[in-house]
């Protein structure tokens, strides 16, 4: 069959709207993500039997070696929320506190914040079905509702934009808005620290940190940075920020989110690490500062992140050994750099 001839061919086959209310964009390739599912619906497949036997009859998840493996493997959809929940520790918080969702969106009214989320609203997921006002139910609701609750619990982040992708994603996989404020909780509150206070200091030392890594571990990438006096902030905030939602693909990213809830931070850097190391010699091609910032676009694209199974076997061997040592002794000397330059 000619290549046009299988594109045409499946598109009539893959839906235009994704599973979680996406629309594909205009340059999707039907025919290479085809090939991709066929093969990878066979691992979920598979993936699914194994996490039913695991979790038949039990409360909830518990981090375990066994619950790690399988996670790095992959969470079917269906046990995805469960699985967050239980692992990010949100179950424990949500059962220890009934109620006080509840309360938080009873709570006194707050003009700043809700103008903030309100104006977001909109600019959340224009591409995704479930998010349009004509829709029924309209996610927009719940979303408002969980960001305005979170505002009201940690009132020394409020909201901060890049927070309304993040719940976004947490509805449209537990479809429960207490749980995603729980979550939201998990990731925000511990998980990511300080990513998103007035300052967002947390955020601005791991972004130094990454470029440590780099240092290390691809020095000619790391070179070629400072030889343009490129910063990591102009390249990477909005992968830290939105924890790569709306800039890798929606599966990829959801198998992402299944490690980093399990096994914390250290994951994004990981997968940017991954990222900058398989397109170095494409980076390297860079003779601008400019053409630096598009090579850093573009990498986020194509078949190496679209083909979600084989991108995450690569995080876990790509970067080589990345502790958590490591990273709480870059952190401390990052930050103390950031706050010295105040």
């Known amino acids: 069959m000619e290549p046009s001839e299988r594109e045409r061919a499946a598109r009539e086959r893959v839906p235009r709207i994704d599973p ?20 990878y619906l066979v691992i ?7 996490w039913s036997k695991l979790l038949k009859g ?22 995805r929320a469960r699985v967050w929940m239980g692992v990010s520790g949100a179950q424990a918080q949500m059962e220890r506190n009934p109620g006080y969702y509840h309360q ?18 909109n600019r959340t997921f224009p591409d995704n079905v479930k998010f349009r006002r004509s829709a029924d139910p309209c996610l927009q609701k719940t979303l408002y509702n969980v960001l305005l609750a979170y505002g009201h619990h940690n009132q020394g982040v409020g909201y901060c934009q890049g927070m309304n992708f993040i719940a976004g994603y947490l509805i449209l ?8 404020f729980w979550l939201l909780d998990a990731l925000v509150g511990r998980i990511l620290p300080d990513y998103y206070s007035p300052e967002m200091l947390g955020l601005k030392t791991d972004q130094e940190v990454l470029g440590e890594l780099v240092r290390t571990k691809l020095p000619a990438v790391a070179a070629l940075m400072d030889g343009h006096g490129v910063l990591w902030t102009l390249v990477v905030s909005r992968w830290f920020i939105c924890l790569f939602v709306d800039i890798l693909p929606v599966e990829t990213v959801l198998r992402i989110w299944d490690c980093l809830f399990n096994e914390g931070s250290k994951i994004i850097f990981r997968v940017a690490l991954t990222l900058i190391k398989q397109h170095q010699a494409f980076i390297l091609e860079a003779t601008s500062f400019a053409d630096i910032c598009e090579k850093f676009k573009e990498i986020t694209k194509g078949n190496f992140v679209t083909e979600c199974h084989t991108f995450m076997q690569k995080i876990f061997s790509e970067p080589g050994s990345l502790s958590m040592t490591t990273i709480t002794r870059l952190r401390e000397s990052c930050r103390a750099k950031l706050l010295a330059q105040g």
């Open 173 to 180: 996989i537990t479809k429960n808005e207490e749980e995603s």
């Open 20 to 39: 979680y209310g996406f629309e594909r964009p205009e340059d999707f390739d039907y025919a290479a993500y085809e090939e991709f599912f066929s093969t």
């Open 104 to 121: 938080l969106l009873q709570g006194e009214r707050n003009n700043t914040l809700e103008e903030a989320i309100r104006t977001d609203m």
């Open 44 to 50: 979920l497949t598979k993936r699914a039997i194994k």
């Open 58 to 79: 039990s409360g909830s998840v518990q981090k375990s070696m066994r619950v790690k493996r399988y996670i790095r493997k992959g969470v079917p959809l269906e046990h």
